[in-house]
C-alpha cells in the first residue's frame, strides 16, 4: 500500500505583494522545511486564493490556514466569499477538519479574528493553534511564528497528531 501524500490547504485573501501575501509565502516556506524533512511524499501544500477556493478544495485537505487581512474591521471580503459559497457543501462533511487563522490587521484585528471564528463556528472545525494575529507592519518574529503555524500543520497532520 502507498503512502498518501497529507494536503494542508492555505487559503488566503490580500493584495499581491501585500502583509497577508507575504505571510503567506512565509507559511508556505515553513511547509517546505517539513517536506525537507519528512520528505516529499509526506505533505504538500496547496495555496488556493479566497475568491478561487471550493468545497472540493477543503474537502481534499487534511488540515486548513485561513489566512486574510483585516478591511475595516472585518476579514476581507474574498474570505466572507469563501464561507458563503462553502457553507452547506461543507458543513456535514469536514467535522473536525484542524484549522489554524493569520490575520494581517491595521487597527486591532479582534473584529476580523471573531467574526472568522463565529462562522467557522458552524463548520465544527478544530482550532488546533492560537491564530496569529499581527497588526502593522509584519516584524522577522511574525514571519518566523508564521512559517513555525504552517509548519506544526503539515506536520501534525503526517503524523496524525489532528
Given at each position: 500500500?502507498?503512502?498518501?501524500?497529507?494536503?494542508?490547504?492555505?487559503?488566503?485573501?490580500?493584495?499581491?505583494?501585500?502583509?497577508?501575501?507575504?505571510?503567506?509565502?512565509?507559511?508556505?516556506?515553513?511547509?517546505?522545511?517539513?517536506?525537507?524533512?519528512?520528505?516529499?511524499?509526506?505533505?504538500?501544500?496547496?495555496?488556493?486564493?479566497?475568491?478561487?477556493?471550493?468545497?472540493?478544495?477543503?474537502?481534499?485537505?487534511?488540515?486548513?490556514?485561513?489566512?486574510?487581512?483585516?478591511?475595516?474591521?472585518?476579514?476581507?471580503?474574498?474570505m466572507k466569499h469563501?464561507f458563503d459559497t462553502?457553507?452547506?457543501?461543507?458543513?456535514?462533511?469536514?467535522?473536525?477538519?484542524?484549522?489554524?487563522?493569520?490575520?494581517?490587521?491595521?487597527?486591532?484585528?479582534?473584529?476580523?479574528?471573531?467574526?472568522?471564528?463565529?462562522?467557522?463556528?458552524?463548520?465544527?472545525?478544530?482550532?488546533?493553534?492560537?491564530?496569529?494575529?499581527?497588526?502593522?507592519?509584519?516584524?522577522?518574529?511574525?514571519?518566523?511564528?508564521?512559517?513555525?503555524?504552517?509548519?506544526?500543520?503539515?506536520?501534525?497532520?503526517?503524523?496524525?497528531?489532528?
Amino acid at each position: 500500500m502507498g503512502v498518501r501524500v497529507k494536503t494542508l490547504l492555505i487559503i488566503y485573501a490580500g493584495h499581491p505583494g501585500g502583509r497577508t501575501a507575504r505571510l503567506v509565502a512565509a507559511a508556505r516556506e515553513g511547509v517546505a522545511q517539513v517536506v525537507d524533512e519528512l520528505g516529499e511524499e509526506s505533505v504538500r501544500v496547496c495555496c488556493v486564493p479566497a475568491l478561487q477556493a471550493t468545497a472540493e478544495d477543503v474537502r481534499a485537505a487534511q488540515a486548513v490556514l485561513l489566512a486574510t487581512p483585516e478591511h475595516f474591521g472585518y476579514m476581507a471580503g474574498a474570505m466572507k466569499h469563501f464561507f458563503d459559497t462553502t457553507f452547506y457543501a461543507l458543513e456535514p462533511h469536514t467535522l473536525g477538519l484542524p484549522y489554524a487563522l493569520l490575520v494581517s490587521a491595521g487597527q486591532d484585528g479582534t473584529g476580523t479574528l471573531t467574526a472568522m471564528e463565529r462562522i467557522i463556528t458552524g463548520y465544527r472545525w478544530k482550532r488546533v493553534a492560537p491564530p496569529l494575529l499581527v497588526v502593522g507592519e509584519p516584524t522577522p518574529e511574525h514571519f518566523a511564528v508564521a512559517r513555525e503555524l504552517a509548519a506544526s500543520l503539515a506536520a501534525g497532520i503526517v503524523v496524525g497528531v489532528f
